[in-house]
């Protein structure tokens, strides 16, 4: 990985999804931390690492080299995450989503 490597966890995600495609146009190395690489388009298959949320030894093996991190996992996994980095970290950006609490609507949230 160079300097501007960026880890980005969950790139098969609506918002990971995005992210992965603006920090590319913007000419930004991207490394994906998926479930399942095969989701991912070619241009982010091939250096895609695997991981598995519910198994956390696992988290901290696709981390490995991590010095700026993105992660658009849900909040539930922000703290097991955080405690997988490895020493050497420069930024960590978590994203999520609280428009479970707009008033707009949005199709992909269901009404409570």
Do not use: W
């Not at 490597?5 to 998926?34: C, F, H, N």
């Not at 405690?83 to 428009?99: I, K, N």
């Amino acid at each position: 990985m160079t300097a501007t490597t960026v880890t980005l966890v969950g790139a098969t995600g609506k918002l990971g999804a995005v992210v992965g495609r603006r920090l590319l146009a913007r000419g930004i190395s991207v490394l994906p931390v998926v479930r399942t690489p095969e989701k991912l388009g070619p241009e982010l298959r091939a250096p895609a690492r695997a991981f598995n949320v519910e198994r956390k030894e696992t988290i901290a093996a696709a981390l490995q080299g991590t010095r700026l991190l993105v992660s658009c996992l849900h909040g539930r996994y922000g703290v097991d995450l955080l405690r997988a980095l490895p020493p050497g970290v420069e930024r960590v950006v978590l994203l999520g989503s609280a428009r479970i609490f707009t008033r707009f609507p949005d199709p992909n949230v269901a009404l409570l």
